[in-house]
C-alpha cells in the first residue's frame, strides 16, 4: 500500500472503515494500524471513523491522528455502564430499561456533514435526539 497523493489544497479526508484503531474490549488484533501507516501519516488524513464494536466513542487524539471514533451503535443491544472512555475522549451511555429491568444503552448513528472546511459529525440516538453537540473534523 503507497501513501495517499497530497490533497488539494484545503481538502480534507476522512477514513471510513469497518475495523478498528482501538478497543475498549480487547487488544486489537491484525495490527490493522500498522498496515495503514502510510495512509495514517499522509497529512491529509484528519479523521478516523469505524463500527466495528457497537459503541459510541470518541478516542483522545495521537499522533499523525486528530480524530478517532468508534460509531458502531446501532445494532446490538449493550448493557448501560461499564463504560471507560480514554483520558481526552468520551463514550455514550446513555440508556433505557427494559420489561425485564434491564438498562440497555440506546442505539444511534452517526451524521456526518461534509462541507468544505466545515466538516461536522452529529450524534443521534435511536429516538432522533443528537447526544453530542457537532464535532468539527
Known amino acids: ?9 484545503g481538502r480534507r479526508t476522512v477514513l ?4 478498528q484503531l482501538k478497543s475498549r ?9 500498522t498496515r ?9 488524513v484528519d479523521a478516523w471513523i469505524w463500527g466495528h464494536e457497537h459503541l459510541c466513542m470518541k478516542f483522545a487524539p495521537r499522533a499523525q491522528l486528530r480524530y478517532a471514533l468508534c ?5 446490538l443491544p449493550q448493557a448501560v455502564g461499564g463504560g471507560n472512555a480514554e483520558p481526552g475522549g ?9 420489561g425485564n429491568r434491564h438498562t440497555w ?4 448513528y452517526v451524521v456526518l456533514d461534509l ?12 429516538r432522533g435526539n443528537t447526544h453530542h453537540s457537532p464535532d468539527v473534523v
Do not use: I
Open 16 to 19: 471510513l472503515t469497518h475495523h
Open 71 to 75: 460509531a458502531g451503535h446501532g445494532a
Open 105 to 108: 444503552r440506546l442505539c444511534g
Open 1 to 9: 500500500m503507497g501513501a495517499c497523493t497530497e490533497p488539494p489544497q
Open 36 to 44: 495503514l501507516g502510510a495512509v495514517l501519516a499522509d497529512p491529509g
Open 90 to 98: 468520551w463514550e455514550y451511555d446513555a440508556g433505557h430499561q427494559d
Open 115 to 126: 462541507d468544505g472546511k466545515q466538516n461536522t459529525v452529529r450524534y443521534v440516538d435511536e
Open 25 to 33: 474490549h480487547h487488544h486489537v488484533g491484525g495490527n490493522l494500524a
